[in-house]
């Protein structure tokens, strides 16, 4: 296998398609908002990209059945704008592997003449949330207007160290290819898969692509994180209160 091999697996005819990139990250927010996209309108898988980037393994399906880790574009007709669906498991394991990988997911774009691009990810708080934000970061002001109107919040500094990634280089090389990029990073502990991330980040590209959600699913998987989150309080209240105070901890001879 080549370095870098990208599988042609069936064709599509997209008009004036949105570019949607959903790989793993913090609180998998980008990883379940391109599923909940795919699971919805069931799209058709179009194109395979394995990378000697990628590690060095095979997935194992629910069937047994072993496959070589790569990457996967879907195309998806919606109600609003058709769109091109990047997911996978597994991002590059090196700072020139982002850089290969990223060129090689703008390359695919290009061939179904994606011209609007949406990196997905999240951004930890540290904390657990009620409400939740999602921050943004785009290659033009205009992006940014579009993106304001839609709730999406623009912080000064934020997020600290920048945007890693092919997350993050999409924006960057993206700009220098002429593609109108944005990045959209939901708010999010990072402590735990974030359905309730999801769903902001969602909503945005709701408004934004003209698509029309349906969230129960992800509601579903929040109840059930809901429940994580209240046994994982219940057991640090449990643990403080077991902790010895300091006449406990005081030494009488």
């Known amino acids: 296998m080549e370095p870098l091999d990208i599988e042609t697996v069936d064709s599509a005819e997209l008009s004036d398609p949105a570019f949607i990139e959903g790989l793993p990250g913090v609180g998998h927010v980008g990883k379940l908002t391109a599923e909940h ?19 060095p393994q095979v997935d194992v399906g629910d069937d047994g059945v072993a496959e070589l880790t790569h990457l996967e574009f879907h195309a998806v007709e919606t109600e609003g704008r058709d769109l091109l669906v990047l997911t996978g498991d597994h991002q590059a394991q090196t700072n020139e592997g982002h850089y290969r990988l990223a060129s090689a997911v703008l390359d ?19 904390e657990l949330i009620e409400e939740y ?4 970061a785009a290659t033009q002001s205009s992006i940014v207007e579009a993106l304001e109107d839609e709730g999406v919040e623009f912080r000064e500094d934020e997020p600290a160290g920048g945007i890693v990634g092919v997350s993050g280089l999409l924006l960057g090389l993206g700009a220098r290819r002429d593609v109108e990029a944005a990045c959209l990073m939901g708010e999010t502990s990072g402590y735990l898969v974030d359905p309730k991330s999801a769903r902001a980040v969602l909503e945005v590209l709701e408004g934004m692509l003209g698509m029309d959600v349906d969230y129960a699913s992800l509601e579903e ?3 059930e994180m809901e429940e994580v989150i209240g046994k994982i309080q219940e057991m640090e ?11 406990d901890l005081r030494y009488i001879g």
Do not use: K, M, W
């Open 133 to 136: 934000a999602v921050l943004g």
């Open 37 to 55: 996209i795919l699971d919805q309108y069931d799209g058709t898988l179009v194109r395979r990209l394995y990378s000697h980037d990628l590690p």
């Open 108 to 126: 695919v774009a290009d061939e179904f003449g994606c011209e609007e691009l949406y990196a997905l990810g999240g951004v930890p708080t540290g």
């Open 221 to 223: 998987r929040a109840d």
């Open 237 to 247: 209240q449990q643990q403080q209160a077991n902790v010895p105070s300091d006449d």
